[in-house]
């Protein structure tokens, strides 16, 4: 999906430090950047990534398409620390090698060759 002059976005800093998140207007789009008013004042992001420019370092935050759509974000974020979290150092006894292999396919893991 593409920006648009007059879209609004939703920017989430990346520390609580850089502000609150809120809604932000694409006020011009060029071939790398999309300048925003609103939340901290005038920034650019990069339109691909939506992510803030940083200016040589790490990006102070990154917007979102709709509110909703962060939220989204945030709550699979937090299912996965869930899941990571209560992970033991030993699989459970009711899976077998088969399954492991079909899990670690599903989040990406190459395993070793037997």
Known sequence: MKLSVGQTLWFVP?????????????QRIG??????????GNDRIDIET?????RGYSSPGRCWRWRGAWEHEEKRRAAWRELVSRLSHHPPDHLTLDDIKKIAAQVGVTLPEE
């Open 31 to 40: 071939r790398r950047w999309a300048y925003i008013t609103g939340g901290s």
């Open 14 to 26: 990346s520390h609580s430090w850089n502000g609150q998140p809120c809604s932000v207007t694409v």
């Open 50 to 54: 939506l992510a803030l420019d940083g």
